[in-house]
């Protein structure tokens, strides 16, 4: 790693992290306030009517419970949108970007090489998502405490929900490093990298709306990240192997292609 690109590049996304933090911070203390105040009423709306209690389900979370109502906070478009913002922005045109401008032969001009320059974004792009997911987190404990229903959430298991988002997000900055050491533009690279996540997405939300098409959930990152099933306290090992060998397997493919890829004159 490079430490004075790391504080460079920290230093040049700092109110980009601010907005997107104050964002999930947002969301995080918005969710448990929803819950206590109205969750039971809406449970008692939705029960007896299969149609309003399966769209109730979404992804796996709900608002019927506090832990339902954190975990629906991950699973949310708005959740996905903030957490892209480096999950999927910042990977892909990490590279790629540098590359369009045609500023990229200008930071390998200097004492960095291109594994050193990956090891640097990709430790950045992290701790990016770290921190947002805590702040979501923070908030919504802090939100639950003021609501007085603190005591229905199962503290202990914060860090492991906290984990388990963490990596899902890190599968998609992973590919989006992929996709930006393979191309001399960022359209190319954002187009493969947003499609594979909004894939993932939409088999998500169709399983888990139309019960015929529940199947389809297997074949989603979203769905293995299971964020009620954590704070209930039933991690699956198997989905924490998942993201891990896809982290890996894009970690892998950036380490050897990179290195490899020659670099053209811009147009």
């Known amino acids: 790693m490079n430490g004075p690109l790391f504080r460079r590049t920290l230093a040049a996304n700092r109110l980009r992290l601010l907005a997107a933090g104050v964002g ?22 939705v029960e007896g009517n299969p149609l309003l209690s399966q769209f109730a389900q979404f992804g796996g979370g709900d608002v019927f419970s506090l832990h339902g109502s954190i975990a629906l906070g991950f699973i949310h478009p708005f959740t996905l949108v903030l957490m892209g ?49 805590v702040a979501h987190l923070v908030a919504s404990v802090l939100s639950a405490s003021l609501m007085g229903v603190l005591d229905e959430l199962t503290l202990t298991n914060l860090p492991l929900l906290w ?25 190319p690279a954002l ?36 964020a009620k099933e954590v704070l209930d306290g039933r991690i699956m090992a198997a989905d924490v192997a998942l993201f891990a060998v896809v982290i890996a397997a894009a970690v892998a493919y950036a380490w050897v292609a990179f290195p490899r890829r020659d670099l053209a004159a811009p147009s």
Do not use: K, N
């Open 85 to 133: 913002i480096f999950a999927i922005g910042f990977s892909t045109f990490a590279v790629a970007g540098e590359r369009q401008r045609g500023t990229l032969e200008v930071i390998l001009s200097r004492p960095i090489s291109r594994h050193a320059l990956y090891v640097t974004l990709f430790l950045a792009g992290a701790l990016f998502l770290a921190i947002l997911l």
């Open 191 to 226: 187009g493969i990298t947003l499609a594979i996540v909004l894939i993932s997405y939409l088999l998500e939300v169709i399983g888990s709306l139309w019960p015929d098409a529940a199947w389809l959930q297997d074949y989603s990152l979203f769905h293995h990240m299971a």
């Open 24 to 45: 999930m911070f947002a969301w995080g203390f918005v969710l448990p306030i929803i819950y206590a105040t109205f969750g039971r009423d809406l449970q008692e709306l």
């Open 163 to 187: 984990l388990v988002g963490w990596l899902l997000f890190m599968c998609f900055l992973a590919i989006g490093f992929a996709a930006t050491v393979s191309f001399d533009r960022v359209a």
